[in-house]
T-cell receptor
Framework: SQQGEEDPQALSIQEGENATMNCSYK?????LQWYRQNSGRGLVHLIL?????REKHSGRLRVTLDTSKKSSSLLITASRAADTASYFC???????????FGGGTRVLVKP | DTAVSQTPKYLVTQMGNDKSIKCEQN?????MYWYKQDSKKFLKIMFS???????INETVPNRFSPKSPDKAHLNLHINSLELGDSAVYFC????????????FGPGTRLTVL
């Protein structure tokens, strides 16, 4: 099963609204990362939050991490049509920096 | 300038054929990876190389053989292609095997008929 699981699987919002998606994981982590994938493209790293951090911001992105609940959330504020993409959480596992990805949240921002 | 590039972008082939996908990174990174993304968008790591040496080899059929001629290149050769090999294959790189951020290529969509 996936180490990270995103919720919801799909999200449809109007431009200007906020989008929130959640990720749960099973084992202890050093950090958790969020990636974006536009249709037909590769993944782009968005933000990394370490296990000793609770919240991190990057532009219109806000990530939280609750290690006691083994969960993270990604908030996109004031969404734009260009934010339409799939968003994945990922955690590095063991040696070799192996990333284990969740199933992703597909976000559709309607103009 | 493309940081991580893959060729070809699309590959359509018959069952039983042998094919290769090439990956190059110009970031000066030591570590490279191959991931497979299935039709449901699940991404799973297949292999990882650090300075041309294999460090991660997930449970992948031995029909898949990665080759790293130098640390800027990691190619994936697939023998005797099967229908279930149809997927999008992503190459990625990171500064080293302990650095967390990975940089992904655009993907190669493989369709086996």
């Amino acid at each position: 099963s996936q180490q990270g699981e995103e919720d919801p699987q799909a999200l449809s919002i109007q431009e200007g609204e906020n989008a929130t998606m959640n990720c749960s994981y099973k084992t202890s982590i050093n950090n958790l990362q969020w990636y974006r994938q536009n249709s037909g493209r590769g993944l782009v790293h968005l933000i990394l939050i370490r296990s000793n951090e609770r919240e991190k911001h990057s532009g219109r992105l806000r990530v939280t991490l609750d290690t006691s609940k083994k969960s993270s959330s990604l908030l996109i504020t004031a969404s734009r049509a260009a934010d339409t993409a799939s968003y994945f959480c990922a955690t590095p596992q063991a040696a070799g920096n192996k990333l284990t990805f969740g199933g992703g949240t597909r976000v559709l921002v309607k103009p | 300038d493309t940081a991580v590039s893959q060729t070809p972008k699309y590959l359509v082939t018959q069952m039983g054929n042998d094919k290769s996908i090439k990956c190059e990174q110009n970031l000066g990174h030591d570590t490279m990876y191959w991931y497979k993304q299935d039709s449901k968008k699940f991404l799973k790591i297949m292999f990882s190389y650090n300075n041309k040496e294999l460090i991660i080899n997930e449970t992948v059929p031995n029909r898949f053989s990665p080759k790293s001629p130098d640390k800027a290149h990691l190619n994936l050769h697939i023998n005797s292609l099967e229908l279930g090999d149809s997927a999008v294959y992503f190459c990625a790189s990171s500064q080293d095997s302990t650095t967390d951020t990975q940089y992904f290529g655009p993907g190669t969509r493989l369709t086996v008929l």
